[in-house]
C-alpha cells in the first residue's frame, strides 16, 4: 500500500492558506527560519521494526489488526510513515526476529521507500527455539565458555546480516546481570563480558559501529551488567575508535540528569546513538514526549550545543532512533507523534540564542540562562516542522491524513485482524 502523493498534495492544498499564517508568524519572531526548516527536512529518525505491532505487557496483549506480518510489511508500514512525514527513512531491525530471507529483495523494497538501514540489534535476551544453550543466566558474561561462544557467534552473524543490508552498526543490548546478591562476580562477568565484545568488535567491518546499550535494572533486577553509562562507557574505551555508547531515554534510574549524561560523552565523542521514548516510572518505552518534555529538549539542548562544538551535522553525526511500544494506540499514529515530539523539541534547541546562554553562564547570571532556555521550549514551533515536510514532500498534518486516508483501516483489509508482529 502507498500514500499517493496527489493524496498528499491535495490535503496540504487545502491546509496551505492556514499554514502560511502560523508560518509567516514564526518566522518573523525567529532569525534564521530558513535555516532551522532546512535542518528539520535533513533530519532522519530510524523507526524500529518491532514497534509497528502493538506492545504488550506481561500481563496481556491486545493487538489492532491490521499488523505486519512479516519483514516486507514492516518495511512498507515504515514506508507509508515516510511518506507521510518525510523524517523516518531508516529502520532498525532486530535479529533473529526480522532475518531477512533474501536480503537483496529486502534492500530493493526498502529503497523503493526511500529507506536506508540503521543500526542492527543483536537479541541474547531470549532462547530461540533449536537454540542449543539457554540464556538465562546470561549470554556475553555466562559464567560457561561454550554459552559465551554461542552469543558471540550471533552477533557476528548480525553482522552478517547487516552487511547484506546495507546496515553500518551493531547495537548490542544485554539482558546480562543477576537477579539476587551473591549470584555473580561483578568483575569476572565485566571481564567475560568485555572479552566477549572484543571478539565481536573484531568481526566488525572497518566502517562499522558498536554501540554498547546500557539499562539499569529488567530482566535482572539485582545488577546488570552494562548497567549505566559509566561501565557503557567502560566497554566501549576499552574496545576501541569504532566503539559507542547508546543512550536508551528509558534506561536511566529515576531522576538521572540524562541531558549531563549526553554532554559528557558527546564531550569524549562516545555518543554513539540514540533510543528515543519517554517514561514515567522505568523502561516505560511510551511515546517520545509524552511525559517528560522539558527533559526532552534539555536533551536536544546538549546535543545541538555538543555536535555544533566539535563540527558534527546534527543529522549524520549520531544514531537517532525511535525505541518504544505500548500497549493502547494504534502502533503507527504512536510513531507519527513521536517524530512529532522529536522534530519539535530539536527545532526548539535550534532557536536556543547561544550568545546570550553562554554570556549569562560566564556572568553565573542563572536567571537570564533559564529565561533563555525557557524562551525557546514556550516557542510554539510546530509551523517551522510542518514547513520542513512540507518542503520534504510530506503532509502538513501526517496524523489526520493517516485518519483521513483510512490507512488502518486499509491495512486490516489487506491483512487481516488478527495479525500478530513478530517481536516483543
Ligand atoms: C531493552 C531495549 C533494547 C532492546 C529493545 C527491544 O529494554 O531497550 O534496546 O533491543 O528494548
Ligand atoms: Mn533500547
Ligand atoms: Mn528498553
New binding site residues.
Given amino acids: 500500500m502507498n500514500i499517493e502523493k496527489s493524496r498528499i498534495a491535495i490535503h496540504n492544498d487545502v491546509l496551505l492558506a492556514t499554514h502560511q499564517r502560523s508560518f509567516d508568524y514564526i518566522a518573523g519572531e525567529v532569525e534564521n527560519a530558513g535555516d532551522i526548516v532546512n535542518k528539520l527536512a535533513a533530519f532522519q529518525v530510524a523507526i524500529p521494526s518491532w514497534a509497528l505491532g502493538t506492545g504488550g505487557t506481561r500481563f496481556g496483549r491486545f493487538p489492532g489488526g491490521g499488523e505486519p506480518r512479516c519483514l516486507e510489511e514492516k518495511i512498507t508500514d515504515i514506508g507509508l510513515l515516510h511518506q507521510l512525514n518525510q523524517s523516518s527513512g531508516a529502520i532498525s531491525l532486530h535479529i533473529p526476529w526480522d532475518i531477512p530471507s533474501d536480503p537483496s529483495h529486502i534492500k530493493a523494497l526498502a529503497a523503493q521507500y526511500g529507506l536506508r538501514f540503521d543500526a542492527m540489534n543483536s537479541n541474547t535476551f531470549q532462547d530461540q527455539p533449536g537454540q542449543v544453550f539457554s540464556y538465562k543466566f546470561g549470554s556475553l558474561q555466562h559464567v560457561n565458555k561454550d554459552i559465551r561462544k554461542q552469543a558471540i557467534a550471533h552477533n557476528i552473524e548480525v553482522i552478517r546480516h547487516g552487511i547484506a543490508l546495507g546496515s553500518d552498526a551493531l547495537t548490542v ?1 544485554l539482558a546480562d546481570g543477576s537477579c539476587f546478591p551473591g549470584q555473580l562476580n561483578f568483575r569476572q562477568a565485566f571481564q567475560h563480558t568485555l572479552e566477549s565484545l572484543q571478539e565481536i568488535y573484531a568481526a566488525l567491518p572497518d566502517d562499522w559501529k558498536i554501540f554498547v546499550e546500557y ?1 539499569a535494572a529488567e530482566p535482572n533486577f539485582y545488577s546488570t551488567t552494562v548497567g549505566d553509562w559509566g561501565q557503557s562507557l567502560l566497554y566501549t574505551s576499552k574496545l576501541g575508535p569504532k566503539a559507542f555508547t547508546l543512550v ?1 531515554l ?2 536511566h534510574l529515576p531522576n538521572a540528569n540524562i541531558e549531563q549524561i549526553v554532554s559528557l560523552l558527546l564531550m569524549e565523542g562516545k555518543l554513539g546513538g540514540f ?1 528515543f ?1 519517554d517514561s514515567k516510572y522505568g ?1 516505560d ?1 511510551l511515546t517520545v514526549g509524552s511525559i517528560k518534555p522539558y527533559q526532552l529538549f534539555l536533551i536536544f539542548n546538549e546535543l545541538v550545543e555538543g555536535m555544533d562544538a566539535k563540527g558534527m551535522n546534527h543529522a549524520t553525526g549520531l544514531g537517532w532512533m525511535i ?1 518504544a511500544s505500548h500497549n493502547v494506540k494504534d502502533p503507527l499514529e504512536d510513531l507519527l507523534q513521536s517524530i512529532e515530539a522529536i522534530m519539535i523539541t530539536y527545532a526548539q534547541a535550534l532557536l536556543v540564542d547561544r550568545k546570550k546562554l553562554a554570556e549569562a553562564q560566564q556572568n553565573n547570571d542563572v536567571v537570564t540562562a533559564q529565561e533563555v532556555l525557557q524562551h525557546a521550549f514556550r516557542t510554539d514551533v510546530r509551523a517551522l516542522v510542518a514547513a520542513a515536510r512540507l518542503q520534504a514532500g510530506g503532509a502538513l498534518q501526517p496524523l489526520a491524513l493517516y485518519r483521513t486516508e483510512k490507512v488502518r483501516e486499509q491495512l486490516i483489509h489487506e491483512r487481516g485482524m488478527k495479525t500478530v508482529a513478530t517481536g516483543l
Fill in positions: 543490548w539499562k536508551d528509558g534506561h533510543h521514548n523502561d518505552d525505541d
